[in-house]
Protein backbone atom coordinates (compact mmCIF):
# COMPACT_ATOMS: atom_id res chain seq x y z
CA UNK A 1 0.00 0.00 0.00
CA UNK A 2 2.89 2.43 0.80
CA UNK A 3 4.76 1.80 -2.43
CA UNK A 4 1.47 2.38 -4.14
CA UNK A 5 0.80 5.34 -2.48
CA UNK A 6 4.60 6.46 -3.53
CA UNK A 7 4.18 6.08 -7.20
CA UNK A 8 0.50 7.74 -7.69
CA UNK A 9 2.29 10.46 -5.52
CA UNK A 10 5.07 10.93 -7.96
CA UNK A 11 2.31 10.71 -10.43
CA UNK A 12 0.73 12.91 -9.49
CA UNK A 13 3.71 15.92 -8.90
CA UNK A 14 4.67 14.78 -12.74
CA UNK A 15 0.91 15.37 -14.13
CA UNK A 16 1.37 18.82 -12.15
CA UNK A 17 4.71 20.02 -13.22
CA UNK A 18 3.23 18.64 -16.96
CA UNK A 19 0.08 21.18 -16.19
CA UNK A 20 2.27 24.14 -15.09
CA UNK A 21 4.27 24.01 -18.45
CA UNK A 22 1.06 23.38 -19.91
CA UNK A 23 -0.73 26.75 -18.88
CA UNK A 24 3.11 28.38 -18.15
CA UNK A 25 4.49 27.84 -21.30
CA UNK A 26 1.22 27.41 -23.54
CA UNK A 27 2.26 29.68 -26.61
CA UNK A 28 5.16 28.15 -26.88
CA UNK A 29 3.90 24.58 -26.66
CA UNK A 30 0.85 25.90 -29.45
CA UNK A 31 3.92 26.87 -31.48
CA UNK A 32 5.27 23.82 -31.78
CA UNK A 33 1.84 21.72 -32.96
CA UNK A 34 1.30 24.88 -35.25
CA UNK A 35 4.90 24.62 -37.12
CA UNK A 36 6.65 21.40 -36.85
CA UNK A 37 4.38 18.92 -38.51
CA UNK A 38 6.30 16.52 -36.29
CA UNK A 39 4.58 17.22 -33.52
CA UNK A 40 2.04 14.83 -32.68
CA UNK A 41 0.69 14.62 -28.64
CA UNK A 42 1.80 17.19 -25.61
CA UNK A 43 3.60 14.23 -23.72
CA UNK A 44 6.05 13.72 -26.69
CA UNK A 45 6.36 17.76 -26.99
CA UNK A 46 6.91 18.20 -23.31
CA UNK A 47 9.55 15.37 -23.14
CA UNK A 48 11.61 15.65 -26.64
CA UNK A 49 11.73 19.02 -27.75
CA UNK A 50 14.99 20.49 -26.96
CA UNK A 51 13.85 24.18 -28.22
CA UNK A 52 11.09 23.88 -25.76
CA UNK A 53 13.42 22.81 -22.82
CA UNK A 54 15.59 25.62 -23.59
CA UNK A 55 13.01 28.45 -23.25
CA UNK A 56 12.16 26.91 -20.17
CA UNK A 57 15.31 27.08 -18.90
CA UNK A 58 16.32 30.78 -20.32
CA UNK A 59 12.86 31.86 -19.12
CA UNK A 60 14.37 30.42 -14.92
CA UNK A 61 17.52 32.21 -15.68
CA UNK A 62 16.32 35.50 -17.18
CA UNK A 63 14.33 36.22 -14.28
CA UNK A 64 17.47 35.30 -11.53
CA UNK A 65 19.04 37.61 -13.61
CA UNK A 66 16.88 40.31 -13.62
CA UNK A 67 17.10 39.62 -9.36
CA UNK A 68 20.52 40.16 -9.69
CA UNK A 69 21.81 36.97 -8.22
CA UNK A 70 25.11 36.18 -9.91
CA UNK A 71 26.36 33.24 -11.34
CA UNK A 72 23.71 30.98 -11.15
CA UNK A 73 21.68 32.29 -13.99
CA UNK A 74 25.01 31.43 -16.03
CA UNK A 75 25.67 28.19 -14.96
CA UNK A 76 22.08 27.28 -15.82
CA UNK A 77 22.13 28.98 -19.34
CA UNK A 78 25.32 26.13 -19.49
CA UNK A 79 23.58 23.63 -18.47
CA UNK A 80 20.67 24.22 -21.07
CA UNK A 81 23.47 24.71 -23.50
CA UNK A 82 25.34 21.02 -22.76
CA UNK A 83 21.60 19.28 -22.56
CA UNK A 84 20.00 21.14 -25.44
CA UNK A 85 22.87 22.27 -27.76
CA UNK A 86 20.80 25.66 -27.34
CA UNK A 87 23.25 28.67 -26.00
CA UNK A 88 20.95 31.26 -24.78
CA UNK A 89 22.46 34.12 -22.52
CA UNK A 90 20.23 34.69 -19.58
CA UNK A 91 20.36 38.65 -20.43
CA UNK A 92 18.61 37.71 -23.45
CA UNK A 93 14.73 39.50 -23.55
CA UNK A 94 12.57 37.11 -25.33
CA UNK A 95 8.51 36.96 -26.01
CA UNK A 96 5.83 34.54 -26.72
CA UNK A 97 5.64 32.29 -28.80
CA UNK A 98 9.37 31.19 -29.78
CA UNK A 99 9.58 28.27 -31.56
CA UNK A 100 13.23 26.40 -32.03
CA UNK A 101 13.14 24.10 -34.42
CA UNK A 102 15.65 21.30 -33.78
CA UNK A 103 17.70 24.03 -32.57
CA UNK A 104 21.41 22.67 -32.19
CA UNK A 105 24.09 25.51 -32.68
CA UNK A 106 21.57 28.40 -32.30
CA UNK A 107 22.90 31.35 -30.40
CA UNK A 108 21.28 33.91 -28.89
CA UNK A 109 23.54 36.82 -27.43
CA UNK A 110 23.32 39.04 -24.37
CA UNK A 111 21.75 41.87 -25.34
CA UNK A 112 19.54 40.46 -27.83
CA UNK A 113 15.98 41.35 -28.09
CA UNK A 114 13.02 38.71 -29.53
CA UNK A 115 9.41 39.53 -29.95
CA UNK A 116 6.04 37.21 -30.37
CA UNK A 117 6.41 34.39 -32.73
CA UNK A 118 9.49 33.95 -34.14
CA UNK A 119 11.08 30.97 -35.70
CA UNK A 120 14.73 29.99 -35.18
CA UNK A 121 16.01 26.97 -37.54
CA UNK A 122 18.85 24.90 -36.42
CA UNK A 123 22.66 26.69 -36.25
CA UNK A 124 21.30 30.58 -35.99
CA UNK A 125 23.53 32.85 -34.75
CA UNK A 126 22.43 36.41 -33.27
CA UNK A 127 25.61 37.64 -32.26
CA UNK A 128 27.38 40.90 -31.64
CA UNK A 129 30.69 42.22 -33.52
CA UNK A 130 33.36 43.38 -31.84
CA UNK A 131 33.97 44.01 -28.19
CA UNK A 132 31.42 47.26 -27.40
CA UNK A 133 29.57 46.96 -24.23
CA UNK A 134 25.80 47.86 -24.49
CA UNK A 135 23.18 47.06 -26.81
CA UNK A 136 25.64 44.98 -29.43
CA UNK A 137 22.89 42.53 -30.35
CA UNK A 138 19.98 42.22 -32.91
CA UNK A 139 16.53 43.20 -32.19
CA UNK A 140 14.24 40.85 -33.79
CA UNK A 141 10.66 41.86 -34.33
CA UNK A 142 7.83 39.72 -34.41
CA UNK A 143 6.35 36.78 -36.72
CA UNK A 144 9.97 36.29 -38.20
CA UNK A 145 11.46 33.30 -39.63
CA UNK A 146 15.63 33.11 -39.13
CA UNK A 147 16.63 29.91 -41.62
CA UNK A 148 18.98 27.64 -40.68
CA UNK A 149 22.77 28.54 -40.40
CA UNK A 150 21.53 31.85 -40.51
CA UNK A 151 23.64 34.84 -38.76
CA UNK A 152 22.07 38.30 -37.64
CA UNK A 153 25.22 39.96 -36.34
CA UNK A 154 25.78 43.70 -34.38
CA UNK A 155 23.15 46.01 -32.99
CA UNK A 156 20.79 46.00 -35.84
CA UNK A 157 16.88 46.31 -35.75
CA UNK A 158 14.48 43.24 -37.81
CA UNK A 159 11.18 44.25 -38.54
CA UNK A 160 8.26 42.28 -38.20
CA UNK A 161 7.01 39.76 -40.44
CA UNK A 162 10.74 39.22 -42.34
CA UNK A 163 12.22 36.14 -43.75
CA UNK A 164 15.61 35.31 -43.80
CA UNK A 165 16.54 32.83 -45.91
CA UNK A 166 19.03 30.04 -44.59
CA UNK A 167 23.01 31.07 -44.19
CA UNK A 168 22.35 34.51 -44.70
CA UNK A 169 24.45 36.75 -43.05
CA UNK A 170 22.51 39.88 -42.09
CA UNK A 171 24.61 43.16 -40.65
CA UNK A 172 22.15 46.22 -41.68
CA UNK A 173 18.64 46.93 -39.86
CA UNK A 174 16.02 44.68 -42.16
CA UNK A 175 12.59 47.10 -42.71
CA UNK A 176 9.09 44.91 -42.14
CA UNK A 177 7.84 42.61 -44.65
CA UNK A 178 10.79 41.89 -46.46
CA UNK A 179 12.74 38.69 -47.67
CA UNK A 180 16.71 38.74 -46.89
CA UNK A 181 18.80 36.38 -48.83
CA UNK A 182 22.65 36.07 -49.47
CA UNK A 183 25.66 36.90 -48.08
CA UNK A 184 25.60 39.57 -47.50
CA UNK A 185 22.10 39.54 -46.56
CA UNK A 186 20.10 41.47 -49.80
CA UNK A 187 16.73 42.28 -49.57
CA UNK A 188 14.24 40.87 -52.09
CA UNK A 189 10.69 42.31 -51.46
CA UNK A 190 7.80 40.36 -52.96
CA UNK A 191 5.67 42.67 -54.74
CA UNK A 192 2.39 43.09 -53.77
CA UNK A 193 2.30 40.60 -50.87
CA UNK A 194 3.41 40.80 -46.91
CA UNK A 195 3.42 38.45 -44.35
CA UNK A 196 0.58 38.75 -41.61
CA UNK A 197 1.41 35.64 -40.01
CA UNK A 198 4.31 33.27 -39.90
CA UNK A 199 5.28 31.26 -42.71
CA UNK A 200 7.85 28.49 -43.40
CA UNK A 201 7.89 28.62 -47.37
CA UNK A 202 12.02 28.71 -47.89
CA UNK A 203 11.50 27.23 -51.06
CA UNK A 204 9.94 29.79 -52.49
CA UNK A 205 12.56 32.76 -51.36
CA UNK A 206 13.10 34.95 -54.38
CA UNK A 207 17.09 35.53 -55.26
CA UNK A 208 17.52 39.26 -56.44
CA UNK A 209 21.21 38.54 -57.23
CA UNK A 210 19.48 36.13 -59.66
CA UNK A 211 16.81 38.25 -60.86
CA UNK A 212 19.35 40.95 -61.28
CA UNK A 213 21.59 38.80 -63.71
CA UNK A 214 18.33 37.42 -65.59
CA UNK A 215 17.06 40.95 -66.38
CA UNK A 216 20.90 42.19 -67.19
CA UNK A 217 21.31 39.22 -69.78
CA UNK A 218 18.19 40.39 -71.27
CA UNK A 219 18.84 44.02 -72.26
CA UNK A 220 22.27 42.43 -73.28
CA UNK A 221 20.13 39.80 -75.39
CA UNK A 222 18.15 42.76 -76.86
CA UNK A 223 21.42 45.09 -77.42
CA UNK A 224 22.94 41.84 -79.52
CA UNK A 225 19.60 41.71 -81.62
CA UNK A 226 19.66 45.15 -82.42
CA UNK A 227 23.66 45.26 -83.44
CA UNK A 228 23.00 42.11 -86.15
CA UNK A 229 19.84 44.02 -87.38
CA UNK A 230 22.36 46.85 -88.12
CA UNK A 231 24.73 44.54 -89.35
CA UNK A 232 22.52 43.34 -91.62
CA UNK A 233 21.16 46.26 -92.96
CA UNK A 234 25.32 47.37 -93.32
CA UNK A 235 25.29 44.49 -95.82
CA UNK A 236 22.74 45.20 -97.80
CA UNK A 237 23.37 49.00 -98.03
CA UNK A 238 27.27 47.80 -99.06
Known sequence: MICLNTVLIILGVIALHFLIIGVVFRKEVKACFERDPAAVNFIEVLLTYSGLHAIISHRIAHRLRKMKIPFIPRLISQINRFITGI?????????????????????????????????????????????????RHPTIGNNVVIGAGAKILGNITIGDSVQIGANAVVVRDIPQNSTVVGVPGRIARREGKRFPGVSLEHTKLPDPLAQALQKLQHEIDIIESKMRDWHKEQEKKS
Open 87 to 135: EIHPGAEIGRGLFIDHGMGVVIGETSVIGDNVTIFQGATLGGTGKERGK
